[in-house]
């Protein structure tokens, strides 16, 4: 008998890509994150991306979330990620803390190795190092959350010893995941992966399953799983207009897909679908693609993220509302509070 998906918590991401200038795509993704919480949703997360406007929007995800918590009072707000090489950790340790104050001990911290190597160069690092840095830095992070003694002799301030039980690693290896499971730390999964060259029609739950296999076996007794798989989403009220939104955001990435070989059924947006494991359509149509997902029979929290179709804002809103009417209670999601409900302190 195939196990029922149960998800327990709700969240919405965003890599701040929508098609305008900069101080826009704050407003929007702003907006974005208030109306994920209007819907009922958990959390909400955001990418942090150096340089390349096309592959993200935001280089300083803490003075950002800063901004969502005034707007918002119940979500959790959470990085996804923060490219931890790449950064002092002291530093990251104190922004965190005060973010977490200020936001009412909402904030989550996901963490990486990171994936765009040219800008380990920007930065005065070799890229080469970035497991061992990124090892490193947490490990820093950890003993400065903990209260421990940093190198001279100092001590956190403000302390934040409880955001040591809300860190969570980012990872596509079965390494990766098995070391956040050791840490007792959050597994993310990413929306998609690449296929190994002998194997490109291999489904997502086949790459990742042996990773959530190797993070249960490390995961001290006693200590509860957290695992936050993100998926690429889009549902709309007619599938006609989902697809040619999907058209329009898919085709800017053929270029990126046409040496895999997984665009041969001479249908460019069907494949493209396929290859990016997308999720699209009316809410009884995302409801069976998810279902059909056998990695979220595991998961813990269920992320969705409307990249690479990237429609315009409105059309995002309307996803999010229809994710959390009609989508994610199917998948076994209760919300914790009414939807639309005022929060009052």
């Known amino acids: 008998m195939k196990q029922q998906l149960s998800i327990k918590r709700l969240g919405f991401f965003t890599r701040l890509l929508d098609q305008a200038d900069a101080a826009e795509r704050y407003r929007l993704a702003t ?5 994920a919480e209007r819907c009922g949703f958990d959390s909400a997360w955001i990418a942090q991306h150096h340089f390349h406007e096309g592959e993200g929007g935001l ?21 996804g990620i923060v490219t931890l090489p790449l950064e002092l950790p002291v530093r990251v340790a104190e922004d965190a803390a005060v973010l977490d104050l200020i ?19 920007a930065f005065g690092l070799d890229s080469n190092d ?13 003993t400065a959350w903990s ?20 860190i969570w690693q980012a990872t596509f290896t079965v390494a990766g995941a098995r070391r956040a499971g050791a840490a007792g730390d959050g597994l993310m999964l990413s929306r998609t992966q690449p296929r ?20 249960f076996e490390a995961l001290p007794k006693g200590r509860e799983p ?10 709309a009220d007619d599938r006609r207009e989902a697809m040619r939104l999907a058209e329009i955001g898919l085709l800017r990435l053929r270029h990126r897909l046409a040496a895999t ?13 396929v290859a990016m494991d997308v999720h699209i359509g009316t809410p009884d149509e995302v409801i069976a693609s998810l279902q059909a997902d056998a990695t979220l029979r595991r998961a813990t929290d269920l992320t969705m993220q409307v990249h690479s179709i990237d429609p315009p804002h409105p059309y995002i809103l309307r996803s999010i509302e229809l994710f959390a009417d009609k989508v994610a209670p199917a998948l076994g999601w209760v919300p914790e509070v009414k939807a639309g409900a005022r929060q009052v302190a």
């Open 130 to 142: 970035r497991h061992v840095l990124f090892d490193r830095n947490l490990d820093l992070l950890r």
């Open 31 to 35: 907006a974005q994150i208030v109306q």
């Open 261 to 273: 070989g997984n665009l041969s059924s001479g249908n460019l947006v069907g494949d493209l679908i």
């Open 103 to 121: 936001s009412g001990g909402r904030l989550e911290l996901g963490v990486g190795p990171g994936g765009n190597l040219t800008a380990f160069t």
């Open 147 to 166: 209260g421990g003694g940093l190198p001279g002799g100092d001590r956190l301030y403000p302390a934040a010893p409880t955001l040591v039980d809300r």
């Open 196 to 215: 190994p060259p002998k194997a490109p029609q291999m489904s997502l739950a086949d790459i990742q399953n042996p990773m959530l296999d190797a993070y």
């Open 59 to 79: 280089p300083s995800p803490f003075v950002f979330l800063a901004q969502a918590a005034v707007h918002s009072a119940r979500i959790r707000l959470g990085t």
């Open 226 to 235: 957290r695992i936050l798989a993100s998926r690429t989403v889009f549902v």
